[in-house]
């Protein structure tokens, strides 16, 4: 069965930064993309990022682009997502996501990021 | 960047009857190099991750009920819902995934009406 269990959101104030992960289990971490999907209290889906199986190959948002970096250790089964320069805007539920062709098949249960003074 | 427009925004459906969600890519996300469309649809219930249901604009995943099917190639795509049951009550999200920016859809809420 495939689990993906988040951890690292919280309460940060504007300009400061936070470390999201995504451990894995259940499949073959290597072999497979991931993503960071954000969801607005309230709001759509927004898809943050991405990072190819073997981690050479990350792909970004422009509203996160030099802010936020995308990473994975395949030895740990760990994804991670490095948040600098946080803004109110960031606010979000973030979900990670293993993808096949850049769909999202399977979705962690999420964790609350937010950004406040 | 690849636009992805849903409509309606809610709509309300009897129990048993049918629902259609419409979205509409800015540019065509067919690709040539194997004739297919680069275009999921997702089901999040509230307070719930969302859940893939048809990729490649028509494929349904594994487990999904056969009440639920997709069309469309290019730029405008359908999901139907065919008779609409309690437990679909959620809101649904298309996204193209044929370039990054992976842009969705804004959503339909379905509800019962």
């Known amino acids: 069965e495939v689990q993906l269990v988040q951890s690292g959101g919280g309460l940060v104030q504007p300009g400061g930064s936070l470390r999201l992960s995504c451990a894995a289990s259940?499949?073959?971490?290597?072999?497979?993309?991931m993503s960071w999907v954000r969801q607005a209290p309230g709001k759509g889906l927004e898809w943050v990022s991405s990072i190819s199986g073997s981690g050479g190959t990350t792909y970004y948002a422009d509203s996160v682009k030099g802010r936020f970096t995308i990473s994975r250790d395949n030895s740990k089964n760990t994804m991670y997502l490095q948040m600098n320069s946080l803004r109110a805007e960031d606010t979000a539920l973030f979900y990670c996501?293993?993808?096949?062709?850049?769909?999202?098949?399977?979705w962690g249960q999420g964790t609350l990021v937010t950004v406040s003074s | 960047d690849i636009v992805m427009t849903q409509s309606p925004d809610s709509l309300a459906v009897s129990l048993g009857e049918r629902a259609t969600i419409n979205c509409k890519s800015s540019q065509s996300v067919l690709h040539s190099s194997n004739n297919k469309n680069y275009l999921a649809w997702y089901q999040q219930k509230s307070g719930q991750p969302p859940k893939l249901l048809i990729y490649w604009a028509s494929t349904r995943e594994s487990g999904v009920p056969d009440r639920f099917s997709a069309s469309g190639s290019g730029t405008d795509f359908t999901l139907t819902i065919s008779s609409l049951q309690a437990e679909d009550v959620a809101v649904y999200y298309c996204?193209?995934?044929?370039?990054?920016?992976?842009?969705f859809g804004g959503g339909t809420k379905v509800e019962i009406k």
């Open positions: 996204q193209q995934y044929y370039s990054t920016p992976l842009n």
């Open positions: 259940g499949f073959t971490f290597s072999s497979f993309a």
């Open positions: 996501t293993k993808d096949l062709d850049f769909r999202h098949f399977d």
